[in-house]
């Protein structure tokens, strides 16, 4: 095991690593606790104090890249949180090269949305309360990218799912989007129980859950252990991630504020669950672990055509957005399924998604800001003059993301492909061919944005939006589009600086990259990709560029097109396995409650013998039917208990 | 107390044992039961002042009276503490084991009936008290009318909270089963009445006393008929006496189990597990809400308290035969809680499902029979104790014109109104949730981990799911409160009085604390096994 640095007592810049979990917590507590008083301030302090974590974060980075490789990873003690006989659960922080670059990820693209939040949210009476949120959400983060065991990652977990809840329920007067975020709360609970599961299993196991005792431990296991504990981890990170099959929550969840969904449903919160694997690296990477990382590829890839395809028949902008992201988060999930070849590789494409993608949420909470919150692409189309910064830095985040050469998109991606290629046998060819396949689709639906929403005609000049008001489209203020010119550099130059010294980086925590040499070249993938993400773009302009668009979206289409607007089909699967039952569940118990309960005793005094018929004459009384259904259960354990001992 | 103390005499007669000659023989150690002496002499001494004192003088006398005699306990508690024995002892010619689990769990009872007796002195959120002042007085009656305007509270809630208090801390130290039953009796009689005392609904609140009095006569008969039948088989009553008999006989076990199957579902109806539950949704809406509190925190300690130590002491040797059972017991209640929980409409019954689910998570850590098992499960009572406590107290603050609004369509948009008082419920809920940074997710884990360690996983995953399903009711309230329009002529949000405010602040405080650092608390918990004797 080549991963192996041996963590160090944290001291000096790093002694204070509990500054960056605290200094966004303090701001959450002033503005909750301060009420309206905070009004006036409250935006200020939000963004000051993550500036501030993410000056800190810097500082703490220099400090690391300065100390030799076998140095880097170390260990903050900060309390012993449970402490009793066996069970041993200290809370502390690990600083390794994995932990730190989500850091600088996590504060820098946060000190940039708040700073865009000021200006996007200052018609909001509740802006304070927004911020508050919005720190309660970057110290929850951190504290799950931080902390040096299981356990006090489930508690950031959770902690960014509070968060998330909170504010994709931020319209609370809109019904959606109080659905929205009940939808999101459950879908992630579901992935929950997995994680919490793969903790239990740990304990049980392994009697601890401090990845360095996990990981030297993990080895020991036997196969089915360590296959359950991967896969029960997968579950986990395939809530938070948006991966099938619990991916539904994600595009909902887009009717949180824009802000927010590129924060934390683009660029931060929905990666927990790469962090999560590449964290768990040291198990995934075991003989035993084959199996379990088969699953995980094999989730990354359907995931991945399947967020391209909805993504090409959705007419909400940010919810096209949102399946991309559903889809580009598949390719991590498959880079880091690919074992020690594809680790680096996926958090290199997270950071350059981070990047092009928070910089395409922005660009579309722009254009939203300027057309009356209109989302309808449909309903937009000639932006690209009237907007001409917002125009500028989409299409540079737009180019990034399909791969453009030299862009950031082309350097994580196309690795991320060769790197699938690379993999064992058939599957190389498989995996790898999907992955071709995704970047074609990718260029399909993003150039079919571009083209309705800042080229062509514009179909608004005709129209007025829901509250009857006329579209007067005008380029946002510089709060806002500041943070997108600077994305837009990140999305521009991001993939060639990182994707020269990452590897190397992150090497302490998830080991050293391994070359993979597929029956393709990486240059032949590279010229392959870009080959198919053209004629994906030029498939769009032929269909979407040449012709005039209808205003309202065409009812009449084919069977692919239909499916892929119903989400493939998603919710209803859903539906009809969790769903429907449990709705049939609670109707039968209510019905149980309300009237059965006679019934059901009656029915056991039936099974008694021949005093069933008096009974059910009797008239029932509620204490009666109480206490039968007492005497019921009695038998039945008495019975059980005299079985158990006589059978 | 003279009535405890001939009862264990004849306890002692009824059961004539040699004590086994390897176990120190103390004097009668008053030491170690100052506690419950302190508690059980208020009680007497607060039904002389009942019958001594002037009205006017009453309610003051008796507050003051039930906190000092919960606050002297306490004190004795810890004073006792401090030079126990680390093993253990007996007391009262080993009828009682005062051993570190019971004082973990007389703490526990302590410190809720203080929170428990400040909601209940509380007047000023409904005045004159929650109380009726003659329960012989019809519902809708002239007399009625003129004691619901009255300004009066009466008084004899104070003495029956001592006498179930010290009831309740008799039952978790009881050594032999007929001081258990004793002990139960007097830790139940009181209870009855106290649910039939509430001043409004009056009819509600009669008709939940009279199902409680007569299912809780029920359950006391298996209990008895249970002990009967132990008696037959060991020849003792004796905890210790039945668990060596069961390791070490080839007498019929026919008699041991069926025993053991009665005894234990009069102590799981005490505790509200499913399926013995039934009476638990209709008491706890209809008593009093401050009688609830008292009843929901206590009598769950008690109850598991009891059964903890009757499974960890006379059963332990024959587990693995009824091992399989009580996990079906546990399952069926978390189901039962979790689901039927969803369909509520009442908060008091929303919480009553909700402690019917607790009790199956309890179950699964008191039929762990490891130290892990036992520390958690204690330290599960004491968080669950205080969040349902302040949970009892929040709701008693929501009124309208006819009382208590507890309909949770009343409850819709309770935030606009009063932010902190939807605040502080929502971190309670997320606490009976189990979300981290509460003491309920401490809870929870520890139980769990300790189940999981003893192989138990199936009933874990059970019991995830089951937290999962339940989770989604407590958010409905939250949803509620937070995301609704209020109701036009909806319910105020009364300023609580000093008590209430220091009762709710109490257990909201607890809540977090064992939530943010509850290594303390898990030490004392873990600090000791049952004393065998």
């Not at chain 1, 990170?237 to 949180?256: E, H, T, V, Y």
């Not at chain 2, 405890?4 to 030491?31: H, N, Y």
């Not at chain 2, 084991?97 to 703490?107: K, N, T």
Request: hydrophobic share 55%; aromatic share 10%.
């Amino acid at each position: 095991m080549n991963l192996a640095a041996e963590a160090h007592q944290a001291s000096g810049v790093a002694g204070a690593a509990w500054l960056l979990l605290v200094l966004p917590a303090v701001g959450a507590a002033v503005l909750l606790l301060g009420g309206r008083r905070t009004d006036k301030w409250g935006h200020l302090l939000g963004s000051g104090t993550v500036i501030a974590a993410f000056v800190y974060g810097v500082i703490l980075f220099f400090d690391t890249k300065s100390l030799p490789a076998e140095g880097r990873v170390a260990n903050l003690h900060v309390f012993d949180w449970i402490s009793v006989n066996s069970l041993d659960v200290e809370f502390g922080l690990r600083i390794d090269p994995l932990s730190l670059t989500f850091v600088l990820l996590i504060t820098g693209v946060g000190s940039l949305i708040h700073i865009y939040s000021i200006g996007y949210m200052s018609d909001d009476r509740d802006r304070r309360r927004f911020f508050a949120y919005l720190n309660l959400f970057v110290s929850a983060m951190l504290l799950l990218v931080l902390g040096n065991s299981f356990v006090t990652l489930y508690f950031g977990w959770e902690g960014v799912g509070l968060a998330s809840y909170l504010l994709i329920g931020w319209y609370q007067g809109k019904n959606f989007a109080a659905t929205a975020a009940k939808k999101a709360f459950l879908m992630n609970r579901v992935g929950d129980v997995g994680l919490a599961l793969a903790i239990f299993l740990m304990f049980k196991n392994i009697g601890s859950t401090q990845y360095d005792v996990v990981f030297a431990e993990i080895g020991k296991q036997s196969t089915g252990v360590v296959v359950a504990i991967g896969i029960l981890l997968l579950l986990g990170a395939c809530g938070k991630s948006g991966q099938f099959p619990l991916q539904a929550w994600l595009p909902d969840a887009m009717a949180g504020p824009t802000p927010v969904s590129a924060l934390i449903h683009a660029a931060t919160m929905v990666t927990a669950g790469v962090y999560l694997i590449a964290r768990s690296s040291p198990l995934y990477s075991l003989p035993q672990a084959e199996d379990a990382r088969f699953v995980v590829m094999i989730i990354g890839a359907v995931t991945l055509v399947i967020g391209c395809i909805i993504g090409c028949a959705y007419d909400d902008f940010k919810k096209v957005l949102a399946y991309s992201t559903v889809s580009q988060i598949g390719y991590m999930i498959l880079a880091v399924g690919l074992g020690p070849a594809g680790y680096a590789l996926g958090i290199l494409h997270l950071l350059t998604h981070g990047f092009f993608k928070a910089g395409l949420f922005l660009g579309a909470g722009s254009v939203m800001h300027g057309m009356n919150d209109e989302g309808d692409i449909r309903r937009l189309g000639g932006l690209a003059r009237k907007m001409p910064i917002t125009f500028v830095t989409w299409t540079l985040g737009y180019l990034a993301l399909i791969g453009f050469p030299f862009l950031s998109g082309y350097f994580s991606k196309d690795a991320i492909i060769a790197a699938a290629f690379g993999a064992h046998g058939t599957r190389g060819w498989v995996f790898g061919g999907i992955a071709l396949l995704g970047a074609g689709l990718t260029a399909f639906y993003m150039t079919r944005l571009l083209i309705l929403v800042f080229l062509g005609k514009p179909r608004w000049e005709n129209l007025k939006s829901e509250d009857g008001r006329a579209y007067h489209p005008h380029e946002s203020g510089p709060t806002m589009t500041i943070p997108m010119i600077i994305l837009a550099v990140g999305s521009v130059a991001g993939g060639a600086i990182l994707s020269g010294l990452l590897p190397a980086w992150l090497e302490p925590s998830v080991g050293e990259l391994v070359e993979t040499h597929g029956p393709l070249n990486h240059t032949v993938v590279s010229i392959l990709t870009v080959g198919i993400s053209l004629i994906g773009a030029a498939i769009a302009f032929a269909i979407f560029g040449r012709r005039e668009q209808p205003v309202t979206r065409p009812q009449r289409v084919s069977f692919p097109v239909r499916a892929a607007r119903a989400d493939l089909y998603g919710n209803h699967l859903n539906e009809a396995l969790f769903s429907r039952p449990g709705v049939w569940l609670t109707r039968f118990l209510v019905f149980v409650d309300n009237r059965g309960v006679d019934g059901l005793v009656n029915g056991i005094a039936a099974g008694l013998g021949g005093s069933s018929g008096r009974l059910r004459r009797l008239q029932t009384g509620f204490v009666r039917s109480y206490a039968l259904s007492m005497l019921g259960g009695s038998i039945l354990v008495i019975a059980a208990l005299l079985m158990v001992r006589f059978a | 107390m003279s009535v405890i103390s001939s009862v264990l005499l004849l306890a002692q007669e009824q059961a004539p044992l040699p004590v086994p000659s390897d176990t120190k023989v103390q004097a009668p150690s008053l030491g170690a039961v100052w506690p419950v002496l302190i508690v059980l002499g208020a009680a007497c001494l607060g039904v002389l002042l009942e019958a001594l004192l002037p009205r006017h003088l009453r309610w003051s006398t008796q507050v003051v009276l039930s906190l000092l005699a919960v606050v002297g306990a306490g004190i004795a508690l810890v004073a006792y503490v401090s030079d126990a024995p680390a093993a253990g002892e007996l007391a009262m010619k080993g009828t009682l084991a005062i051993d570190r689990p019971g004082l973990f769990l007389w703490g526990t009872l302590l410190a809720l009936a203080l929170g428990a007796v400040l909601l209940i002195a509380d007047r000023s959120v409904e005045p004159g008290g929650a109380f009726v002042a003659s329960a012989a007085i019809r519902p809708g009656t002239l007399q009625d009318r003129a004691q619901v305007t009255s300004t009066g509270m009466q008084t004899e809630v104070f003495p029956l909270t001592l006498f179930a208090l010290g009831g309740m801390m008799t039952f978790c130290v009881a050594n032999d089963l007929l001081t258990m039953f004793v002990a139960l009796e007097v830790l139940s009689l009181p209870l009855y009445l106290m649910c039939g005392l509430a001043r409004r609904r009056r009819l509600l609140s009669q008709e939940s006393a009279v199902k409680y009095f007569l299912l809780g006569a029920f359950a006391s008969a298996f209990f008895l008929y249970g002990v009967a039948l132990l008696y037959g088989y060991a020849g003792s009553v004796r905890l210790s006496d039945i668990s060596s008999a069961a390791a070490g006989t080839d007498r019929s076990d026919t008699l041991l189990f069926a025993g053991m199957g009665l005894l234990v579902i009069g102590l799981l109806f005490k505790a509200s597990v499913g399926p013995f539950h039934t009476w638990t949704p209709d008491v706890y809406q209809g008593a009093p809400t401050p009688v609830t509190a008292f009843m929901a925190a206590c009598t769950k300690v008690a109850a598991f308290g009891g059964i903890l130590r009757v499974l960890q002491v006379a059963f332990e040797s024959t587990q693995w035969e009824w091992r399989g059972v009580l996990w079906g017991v546990a399952i069926v209640s978390m189901v039962i809680g979790a689901v039927l929980g969803l369909t509520q409409t009442d908060v008091k019954r929303m919480i009553a499902y909700s402690s019917v689910a607790h009790a199956g998570f309890l179950l699964i850590g008191s039929i762990a029979l490891t130290e892990k098992g036992l520390s958690g499960t204690l330290f599960y009572l004491l968080t669950y104790g205080f969040t349902t406590l302040a949970a009892f107290g929040v709701i008693s603050l929501v009124r309208d014109s006819s009382g208590e609004a507890t309909h949770l369509s009343q409850w819709a948009g309770l935030a606009k109104r009063s932010p902190l008082l939807a605040g502080v419920f929502t971190f309670l809920l997320l606490a009976l949730a189990g979300i981290p940074l509460t003491s309920g997710f401490v809870g929870k884990f520890v139980v769990f981990e300790a189940a999981i360690a003893d192989g138990m996983a199936p009933l874990v995953v059970v019991a995830l799911i089951a937290s999962a399903v339940a989770a989604f009711f407590y958010l409905r309230v939250i949803v509620l409160m937070y995301f609704s329009e209020p109701a036009a002529d909806g319910p105020t949000v009364t300023v609580p009085g000093a008590f209430t405010t220091a009762a709710i602040t109490l257990g909201v405080l607890v809540t977090l604390l064992l939530g943010l650092a509850p290594a303390f608390a898990l030490d004392w918990a873990g600090s000791g096994a049952f004393a065998i004797h």
